[in-house]
């Protein structure tokens, strides 16, 4: 998110600066019809133009800070921080997503268990409005939906992970037995 939004502010001042640096040569184009009279104004257009890198710099050192400070997050969450834990066994899961693929639902388990979150999938057969056979990425186990939809918004929200406190005995069942969102 953090990567977006320096992205983002990068490409808004870039073309901040383009649009400045295109209004400036066209300054320049008439200050030179000037300057080809008096050489004394030749060194103000110069001046004008050193600030502008200046300008440039101070931008780009933020966006730099901000990748610098996005590699350090990402070693962060191998350690969620949560008043509530998973446990080997209970009756609650998480479902953080649903795959066409095997291979697709096992990367999404990857990446949650780089970042220290047991997660398991559950192959399906038509869930809900889909046809065919689907995957659900589930993390688990829960003794309470409390605890459940805790665990969801202490360590799986700000991970950018959005999903719903289901029984895990619906784990083969097609339509999803929903108990509630997180």
Do not use: H
Request: proline fraction near 8%; charge should be negative; hydrophobic fraction near 40%.
């Amino acid at each position: 998110m953090k990567l977006q939004s320096a992205s983002i502010l990068g490409a808004i001042t870039l073309s901040i600066v383009l649009l400045s640096a295109c209004g400036s040569k066209e300054e320049k184009t008439e200050p030179k019809a000037a300057e080809v009279k008096p050489a004394t104004e030749q060194p103000a257009p110069v001046q004008e133009a050193a600030p502008e890198p200046a300008q440039e710099e101070p931008a780009l050192v933020p966006i730099q800070s901000l990748s610098e400070e996005k590699a350090a997050p990402a070693e962060a969450p191998a350690a969620p921080v949560s008043a509530v834990e998973q446990e080997s066994s209970g009756p609650f899961v998480i479902q953080v997503s649903i795959q066409a693929s095997r291979r697709a639902a096992n990367n999404v388990v990857s990446k949650l268990s780089d970042q220290g979150i047991k997660a398991y999938v559950a192959e399906v057969e038509n869930p809900g409005e889909l046809e065919g056979t689907f995957y659900r990425v589930r993390v688990g186990y829960f003794s309470t939906i409390a605890n459940a939809q805790q665990f969801g918004k202490e360590v799986l929200a700000p991970q950018g992970y959005a999903g719903w406190v289901d029984n895990r005995k619906n784990d083969r069942i097609g339509q999803p037995g929903a108990s509630e969102d997180m």
